[in-house]
Nanobody
């Protein structure tokens, strides 16, 4: 059974920072790659950042590169997304996703959290 629970969203001003957290649990095998996706109103869900099962490899979308940092703690079973220098266009619901294997290339997988809203004001 898989459970993903996001938290940490809310209101922020442009130029500010937000830290998102995803508490995850899974009963199958060992760690797998994970990632963050986001969906703005009336837009499709898109990839933001992803991380390998060990945490050694990270990848970012062009819009996230240099501003966001994805990390994970496999002991505590938590995935993080540190978002800095926020822009109004970062406003979206952010989702945690579990990959289908250890490589970031296996994302997106089938399992999603319920999402957490981030709203950035100008």
């Amino acid at each position: 059974q898989v459970q993903l629970v996001e938290s940490g969203g809310g209101l922020a001003q442009a130029g500010g920072s937000v830290m998102l957290t995803c508490d995850f649990s899974a009963t199958f095998g060992g760690p797998v790659a994970m990632g963050w996706f986001r969906q703005a109103p009336e837009q499709r869900r898109v990839y933001v950042a992803r991380i390998s099962a060990s945490g050694a490899l990270t990848e970012y979308s062009p819009s996230a590169e240099g501003r966001f940092t994805i990390t994970r703690n496999n002991v505590d079973k938590r995935l993080y997304l540190k978002m800095t220098n926020l822009k109004p266009e970062d406003t979206a619901v952010y989702y945690c996703n579990l990959g289908r294997g250890t490589s970031p290339g296996t994302l997106p997988g089938s399992y999603w959290g319920q999402g957490t809203q981030v709203t950035v004001s100008a």
